[in-house]
């Protein structure tokens, strides 16, 4: 089922977990984190609380995954936790147009959507900057990521 499109991106809803299976997913979904970084065979992204994952569609091909929690950092909020781009179809803006496809859904449904980078992630945090958010100090002194949120015109 599509969540939404647009700009020649769909967000589907995730029905297939095989697309964690892939290479090139799992090492995108590794490099959000750090560009060393080998997930453990025990992480299940895909059964995480509260995040809803969509399938990112370019031309009817499978290139990436969003995953969204929603009421995160707070309630009337929903922070982009995944975004991963399989590393063969990057360098098209794809992950940036779903970024601002899914931003454009939530506002639709009353959420203002946020960015979560882990500050290990230099790719990650110039990824949010080029979609137009600006960085924001966390919430939590314990925390060693960077928020991003749209700053509204005028």
């Known amino acids: 089922m599509i969540w939404t499109r647009g700009q020649k991106v769909s967000l589907q809803v995730l029905e297939d977990q095989d697309i964690f299976a892939r290479a090139g997913i799992m090492r995108a979904l590794a490099d959000g984190v750090s560009r060393n970084f080998n997930p453990p065979d025990s992480v299940k992204l895909d059964t995480l609380a509260r995040t809803d994952w969509y399938v990112i569609r370019e031309t009817g091909l499978e290139v990436g995954v969003l995953g969204i929690q ?15 781009v399989d590393p063969q179809y990057r360098g098209k803006a794809v992950g940036t147009r779903a970024v601002l496809i899914a931003e454009r859904k939530l506002r639709r449904e009353g959420y203002e959507l ?19 958010f600006v960085g924001q100090r966390s919430n939590s002194e314990s925390e060693s990521a960077t928020w991003f949120r749209r700053i509204p015109r005028g």
């Open 114 to 132: 946020f960015g979560r980078v882990p500050e290990t992630n230099g790719r990650g945090l110039y990824f949010w900057l080029r979609c137009g």
């Open 70 to 84: 929603r009421d995160l950092p707070e309630r009337g909020t929903a922070t982009a936790r995944f975004l991963a």
